[in-house]
T-cell receptor, first 114, second 115 residues
């Protein structure tokens, strides 16, 4: 079945550092890909998405490019802030009848130190 | 819109008791999902509904778990009897067919502790 693999955390960086969180997926067909973010004590929020190969999703300085050839959707940010500290989840939704349901990776906890 | 509303936010119960978690989706959304989050297993989809009809309940761990959606604005997840291994954060999410697939809105979750 469909699956998502994220780099294991936790990840700790200093403010203004460059961030990469790796994500690869396995899916049949042409999934849509997502990054969700979970701040402490809250539910998940959609951060960005890409629906087809070579699409780039972006939001709040974060970017991720849908790479079909490497089945990857790595999350990047050029200069992180303390407020970016959260858990980040990569996810996919497949096609067909289950197109609306999400399959999540394990999550990567990010801590940014001032 | 107030977003997806879950209640209670926290629940502590004794093993063997019945637990009912509640969810109000965003008005107009036609999909509703129940997820469970644990440290060991991450985020797992338990069940989802489309237009109040259960579509896939293959993630429901066992017969102790049941979910209903009597109308478009309310859903429940019930555990009877509860066990310590059910301790987790349970999330409800909703989405709209016409939006990009997978673009779901999540509630703040119910943290369940079974002692």
């Amino acid at each position: 079945g469909d699956s998502v693999t994220q780099m294991e955390g936790p990840v700790t960086l200093s403010e203004e550092a460059f961030l990469t969180i790796n994500c690869t997926y396995t899916a049949t067909g042409y999934p849509s890909l997502f990054w969700y973010v979970q701040y402490p004590g809250e539910g998940l929020q959609l951060l960005l998405k890409a629906t087809k190969a070579d699409d780039k999703g972006s939001n709040k300085g974060f970017e991720a490019t849908y790479r079909k050839e490497t089945t990857s959707f790595h999350l990047e940010k050029g200069s992180v802030q303390v407020s970016d500290s959260a858990v980040y989840f990569c996810a996919l939704s497949g096609g067909g009848q289950g197109a609306q349901k999400l399959v999540f990776g394990q999550g990567t906890r990010l801590t940014i130190n001032p | 819109d107030a977003g997806v509303i879950q209640s209670p936010r926290h629940e502590v119960t004794e093993m063997g008791q019945e637990v009912t978690l509640r969810c109000k989706p965003i008005s107009g959304h036609d999909y509703l999902f129940w997820y469970r989050q644990t440290m060991m297993r991450g985020l797992e989809l338990l069940i989802y509904f489309n237009n109040n009809v259960p579509i896939d309940d293959s993630g429901m761990p066992e017969d102790r778990f049941s979910a209903k959606m009597p109308n478009a604005s309310f859903s429940t997840l019930k555990i009877q009897p509860s066990e310590p291994r059910d301790s987790a954060v349970y999330f409800c999410a909703s989405s709209l067919t016409s939006s990009a697939r997978g673009s779901a809105f999540f509630g703040q979750g119910t943290r369940l502790t079974v002692v």
